[in-house]
């Protein structure tokens, strides 16, 4: 559990109702059915019946403690923060939602509200008082938040999105995280149309990725070690594969990028991508190597290169990334499960044996 300032209101209320839900007890059980609370409906909270929830890759990482030394893992753990599901009740406050509205939940379910940055529009950044949808210190019932893999969730309605009924609910519940975390940094670096754009890895980011930067209007470029990929990665849009492996397909394409997007979390060599930037060029990293990469400095010297990080989006750019998808018909591509297979999922998702987003039915949790 991250070690946050506790500077929202901190009541510990006793439980509403208890939830069906899975959750890892520990960093070898698996995942397996298990009741956790959830709270009293407060006048600006909303109560969802989750319908589906997306498989993220670091919901594996939390369910087995493998980030330990940035973001502990507390346990029992429920994860899921891709959540797509329908209004069942309101606060007497809230305006936006009414019952039987299908909405979204991301990554974030509270910040402070008050610093620069979440005033800013920005609230992924709170330095003050982030709460992660799980595994983050819950200030209303006390322990931490508890995620999607559960067949409800009440989250305050500032950090609700509205899911467009022009979208594929089961494609579009992967947009709250995937989605918004390629869409994101390519807004931040205005990538459009006349730019040379690539995209590292095609696995549930990349091919995110892949789309967005095609629907802006960009020539996009895949680098992959895998050929077995070209094929797929075409059907998505793609101009042109580049295998990274090889170093005169890399070469022909030195000095001649505007941006690249990498999504890759294994550790690998990030000075070959550098030189494939021309002046100015930018690579944002979205993955999350477990230990640091070295960078040849120079490389980013002699042409003003920028090697720049991005998470996900605050909640006015993730609900402006929604309705950008319902304009443009963009969801992941996705292969539903249901939750009783969550364990082998994961063991499949450490295989990259999916195209390219596993998401739970969230109806096999009553079966």
């Known amino acids: 559990m991250s070690a946050l300032p506790q500077t929202l209101e901190t009541s510990f209320e006793a439980p509403a109702y208890e939830a069906k839900s899975f959750a890892a007890k520990s960093p ?22 989750i319908q589906y929830c997306g498989v993220c890759h670091s919901d594996l990482h939390q369910a087995r403690d493998e980030w330990h030394n940035i973001m502990p893992t507390v346990y029992p753990c429920v994860p899921g923060h891709e959540i797509v599901g329908q209004v069942v009740k309101t606060g007497r406050d809230v305006k936006k939602f009414k019952e039987g509205d299908i909405v979204g939940v991301g990554c974030m379910v509270n910040s402070c509200g008050t610093c620069a940055d979440c005033v800013g529009g920005d609230e992924q950044y709170c330095s003050v008082a982030l709460r992660l949808t799980y595994n983050s210190e819950d200030n209303i019932l006390g322990g ?14 500032a950090f609700v999105l509205r899911i467009s009924d022009k979208l594929d609910l089961a494609g579009a519940a992967p947009l709250l995280c995937a989605g918004i975390t390629t869409y994101s940094p390519m807004r931040h670096w205005n ?57 005169d397909q890399m070469q022909k394409h030195a000095n001649s990028f505007n941006f690249i997007l990498n999504t890759v979390s294994a550790l690998h060599d990030l ?3 550098l030189d494939t930037l021309k002046l100015d060029g930018t690579m944002t990293l979205v993955g999350v190597p477990d230990v640091p990469s070295p960078i040849d400095t120079p490389k980013l010297l002699f ?19 929604l309705d950008f998808c319902a304009e443009h018909g963009i969801t992941s591509d996705i292969e539903k499960i249901k939750i009783q297979d969550i364990n082998q999922a994961y063991e499949r998702l450490l295989k990259s044996d999916v195209k390219y987003r596993f998401v739970i039915d969230m109806a096999s949790l009553k079966a």
């Open 271 to 273: 000075n070959p991508y």
């Open 191 to 247: 990538v459009g149309k006349g730019q040379k754009v690539g995209v590292v890895g095609l696995g549930g980011l990349g091919h995110m990725g892949v789309k967005f930067a095609k629907a802006f209007g960009a020539h996009v470029v895949l680098f992959t070690t895998s050929p077995k990929k070209t094929a797929d990665a075409k059907r998505l849009g793609v101009d042109e594969v580049v295998i990274s492996t090889d170093p």
């Open 303 to 321: 042409r003003r290169l920028r090697l720049a990080g991005s998470i996900i989006g605050g909640i006015r750019e993730t609900q402006e990334m």
């Open 144 to 157: 931490v938040t508890y995620g999607g893999y559960s067949e409800s969730i009440i989250v305050r309605d």
């Open 28 to 49: 070898t059980s698996g995942l397996a059915p298990f009741s956790i609370p959830r709270r009293e409906l407060r006048p600006d909270d909303v109560e969802i019946a």
